[in-house]
C-alpha cells in the first residue's frame, strides 16, 4: 500500500494539474459555459456506467433518495465554480488561476470560524488565513498588463474557491448516508443539466477543431472521472491528510505546464503569491503545527 502512494498522488497531481492548461486550450475554440457543460457531460458519462457497475441500481435509488444535497453541490461544487475558473482563464494565465484555486483550504478555514465553533482558529491559523487573503492580493496584481480584467479573472477563480470551501463545508454537515463517488456523480449530473441552457445558448456557429475537443475529452474523462476515482483511492487506503498533500503539488504542476506549452512568463508576483497561498494553505490546515490534530485540506478538481 505504501508503495501505491507515490505513484498514485503523482497520477493525481498530473490529472489535475493540467487541467488549467486543457482548459486554456479549450477556451480557444468554445465559451467557458459550453466548454464545462460538455466537460461535465462528458464525466457523467464516464461515471454512471461505472457506478452502475460497481453498485448497481441501489445506488441510485440512494442518489434519489438525497436528491437535495446533490442539487447543491451540483451548483456550489461544479456548475458554478467551474464555469469561474474557466471565464477567469480566459482574462489570466493558467498558472496564476491555478495559484488561485489553491486557497480553497484557507477559505475552509476562514468560514469555519462563523459556521463551525468548534474549529478554533488559534494563532498560527490565523496568519495563515492572513497570508492566505496577502497571496490572493498579490495574484490579483500579477498581470498588470492585462488591467481590470486581469483582476477580474483572478477574483472569479477566488470566488470559484469560496463556493468550493462552502461545499465542503455543506458536505460535512448534510450529506451522511451518500459515498464520495455517488455524490460526485449526481452533483456533476445536475451540474451538467444546469449548464445545459447556457451552454446551447452560446454554443459556436462553426465546429470546433480537433485541440478543443481533446481537451474538453481529457478534462472530463482524466480531471473528473478518473481524477476523482483517484482521489477517494488514495483517501481510503492513505488517509485524508496523505491525500490532501495534492493540494501543494497542483500550482507548481500547472505553472510548469503554462511556461512549456503555452509560453506563459513566471512572474515574482507569482512566484510570491504562491508562497504565500502555500504557506497561508499549511498553517491553515494544521500541516505545519505536528504536534496537534491536523485538519485535512479541502480538495476539488479544477
Same mark, same amino acid.
Do not use: C
Given at each position: 500500500?505504501?508503495r501505491?502512494?507515490?505513484?498514485?498522488?503523482?497520477?493525481?497531481?498530473?490529472l489535475?494539474?493540467?487541467?488549467?492548461?486543457?482548459?486554456?486550450?479549450?477556451?480557444?475554440?468554445?465559451?467557458?459555459?459550453?466548454?464545462i457543460?460538455?466537460?461535465?457531460?462528458?464525466? @457523467?458519462?464516464?461515471?454512471?456506467?461505472?457506478?452502475?457497475?460497481?453498485?448497481?441500481?441501489?445506488?441510485?435509488r440512494?442518489l434519489?433518495a438525497?436528491?437535495?444535497?446533490? +442539487?447543491?453541490?451540483?451548483?456550489?461544487? !461544479?456548475?458554478?465554480?467551474?464555469?469561474?475558473?474557466?471565464?477567469?482563464?480566459?482574462?489570466?494565465?493558467?498558472?496564476?488561476?491555478?495559484?488561485?484555486?489553491?486557497?480553497?483550504?484557507?477559505?475552509?478555514?476562514?468560514?469555519?470560524?462563523?459556521?463551525?465553533?468548534?474549529?478554533?482558529?488559534?494563532?498560527?491559523?490565523?496568519?495563515?488565513?492572513?497570508?492566505?487573503?496577502?497571496?490572493?492580493?498579490?495574484? @490579483?496584481? /500579477?498581470?498588470?498588463?492585462?488591467?481590470?480584467?486581469?483582476?477580474?479573472?483572478?477574483?472569479?477563480?477566488?470566488?470559484?474557491?469560496?463556493?468550493?470551501?462552502?461545499?465542503?463545508?455543506?458536505?460535512?454537515?448534510?450529506?451522511?448516508?451518500?459515498?464520495?463517488?455517488?455524490?460526485?456523480?449526481? $452533483?456533476?449530473?445536475?451540474?451538467?443539466?444546469?449548464?445545459?441552457?447556457? !451552454?446551447? /445558448?452560446?454554443?459556436?456557429?462553426?465546429?470546433?477543431?480537433?485541440?478543443?475537443?481533446?481537451?474538453? !475529452?481529457?478534462?472530463?474523462?482524466?480531471?473528473?472521472?478518473?481524477?476523482?476515482? +483517484?482521489?477517494?483511492?488514495?483517501?481510503?487506503?492513505?488517509?485524508?491528510?496523505?491525500?490532501?498533500?495534492?493540494?501543494?503539488l497542483?500550482?507548481g504542476? !500547472?505553472?510548469?505546464?503554462?511556461?512549456?506549452?503555452?509560453?506563459?512568463?513566471l512572474?515574482?508576483?507569482?512566484?510570491v503569491?504562491?508562497?504565500?497561498?502555500l504557506?497561508?494553505?499549511?498553517?491553515? $490546515?494544521?500541516?505545519?503545527?505536528? $504536534?496537534?490534530?491536523?485538519q485535512? @485540506? @479541502?480538495?476539488?478538481?479544477?
Amino acid at each position: 500500500m505504501t508503495r501505491r502512494y507515490v505513484p498514485l498522488l503523482l497520477l493525481l497531481t498530473g490529472l489535475w494539474g493540467s487541467s488549467f492548461l486543457f482548459i486554456e486550450i479549450a477556451l480557444d475554440g468554445v465559451e467557458p459555459t459550453v466548454l464545462i457543460a460538455l466537460r461535465l457531460l462528458t464525466a @457523467a458519462l464516464v461515471l454512471v456506467p461505472f457506478l452502475a457497475l460497481r453498485q448497481g441500481a441501489p445506488a441510485f435509488r440512494q442518489l434519489r433518495a438525497g436528491w437535495q444535497p446533490v +442539487v447543491v453541490l451540483g451548483a456550489i461544487n !461544479a456548475a458554478i465554480p467551474f464555469t469561474l475558473i474557466a471565464w477567469g482563464q480566459k482574462h489570466i494565465d493558467s498558472g496564476i488561476a491555478a495559484i488561485a484555486n489553491a486557497s480553497v483550504p484557507i477559505f475552509v478555514a476562514l468560514l469555519a470560524i462563523r459556521f463551525r465553533p468548534s474549529e478554533k482558529v488559534t494563532g498560527s491559523r490565523a496568519v495563515g488565513i492572513a497570508a492566505g487573503i496577502l497571496g490572493v492580493v498579490v495574484l @490579483a496584481g /500579477a498581470n498588470p498588463e492585462g488591467g481590470w480584467w486581469a483582476v477580474a479573472g483572478t477574483l472569479a477563480v477566488v470566488a470559484a474557491s469560496f463556493l468550493y470551501a462552502a461545499g465542503a463545508l455543506y458536505a460535512q454537515t448534510h450529506v451522511e448516508n451518500l459515498e464520495p463517488m455517488l455524490l460526485v456523480t449526481g $452533483s456533476t449530473i445536475v451540474g451538467t443539466l444546469m449548464l445545459a441552457p447556457f !451552454a446551447i /445558448a452560446q454554443a459556436p456557429t462553426s465546429m470546433p477543431g480537433w485541440k478543443v475537443w481533446l481537451a474538453i !475529452a481529457v478534462l472530463g474523462i482524466g480531471g473528473m472521472a478518473i481524477g476523482q476515482y +483517484v482521489y477517494y483511492v488514495l483517501v481510503e487506503t492513505h488517509g485524508s491528510t496523505k491525500a490532501a498533500l495534492v493540494t501543494y503539488l497542483l500550482p507548481g504542476m !500547472a505553472l510548469v505546464l503554462g511556461i512549456v506549452f503555452l509560453d506563459e512568463p513566471l512572474t515574482i508576483a507569482a512566484v510570491v503569491g504562491l508562497a504565500l497561498v502555500l504557506l497561508g494553505v499549511a498553517l491553515g $490546515s494544521g500541516m505545519l503545527r505536528p $504536534s496537534r490534530r491536523r485538519q485535512p @485540506a @479541502a480538495v476539488h478538481a479544477p
